[in-house]
T-cell receptor, first 111, second 115 residues
Framework: KQEVTQIPAALSVPEGENLVLNCSFT??????LQWFRQDPGKGLTSLLL?????REQTSGRLNASLDKSSGRSTLYIAASQPGDSATYLC??????????FGEGTQLTVNP | EAGVAQSPRYKIIEKRQSVAFWCNPI?????LYWYQQILGQGPKLLIQ????????DSQLPKDRFSAERLKGVDSTLKIQPAKLEDSAVYLC?????????????FGPGTRLTVT
């Protein structure tokens, strides 16, 4: 059974810092991995999707890496801003369509 | 393109009552998902439809939850009777195999409170 763990559960940083969010999964047989952002009371917004054959994806100040053999992914946020404050969720997809989510990292960026 | 639409956004009911949620996926998306997200946890898949057929409902509590997707477009999720532990956000998502890696797009969710 696939299990996804995200560390840390919560993170508070001053504005401008570069930061890394971690995601680990127990079964390396995945099709892809997605990082989502969730604002309070809102749905999920897809940030980055990494195919199993890829090592990383970049979008603006965000960079996600994938090491499938070790069951790890990281989300790097450069020059953090208060608007980045949200919960970040990692989800892996095996051969089917079902996503298995971690419990998220709650990020607070202080002005 | 318009996103995934859900209604209502909020619902408060008493235990043992029934409730229904509605979802309209992105136009052309054949696959539709219902997730349950309990406070402080990641979403958990309840049911997945491909067009109007069920692909995966292994985590749906079938004694009280039901879902349908008539005509392969809109979907409704029903809970009858509701329990206190059903308090959660119910998220609908859709995807298309034709789009990048079957990426899933989520609606804003319906927050259910059972008292």
């Amino acid at each position: 059974k696939q299990e996804v763990t995200q560390i840390p559960a919560a993170l508070s940083v001053p504005e401008g810092e570069n930061l890394v969010l971690n995601c680990s999964f127990t079964d390396s047989a995945i099709y892809n991995l997605q990082w989502f952002r969730q604002d309070p009371g809102k749905g999920l917004t897809s940030l980055l999707l990494i195919q199993s054959s890829q090592r990383e994806q970049t979008s603006g100040r965000l960079n996600a890496s994938l090491d499938k053999s070790s069951g790890r992914s990281t989300l790097y946020i450069a020059a953090s801003q208060p608007g980045d404050s949200a919960t970040y969720l990692c989800a892996v997809r095996p051969g089917g369509s079902r996503l298995t989510f971690g419990e998220g990292t709650q990020l607070t960026v202080n002005p | 393109e318009a996103g995934v639409a859900q209604s209502p956004r909020y619902k408060i009911i008493e235990k043992r009552q029934s409730v229904a949620f509605w979802c309209n996926p992105i136009s052309g998306h054949a696959t539709l998902y219902w997730y349950q997200q309990i406070l402080g946890q990641g979403p958990k898949l309840l049911i997945q439809f491909q067009n109007n057929g069920v692909v995966d409902d292994s985590q749906l509590p079938k004694d009280r939850f039901s879902a349908e997707r008539l005509k392969g477009v809109d979907s409704t999720l029903k809970i009858q009777p509701a329990k206190l532990e059903d308090s959660a956000v119910y998220l609908c998502a859709s995807s298309s195999p034709a789009r990048y890696a079957g990426e899933q797009y989520f609606g804003p969710g319906t927050r259910l409170t059972v008292t």
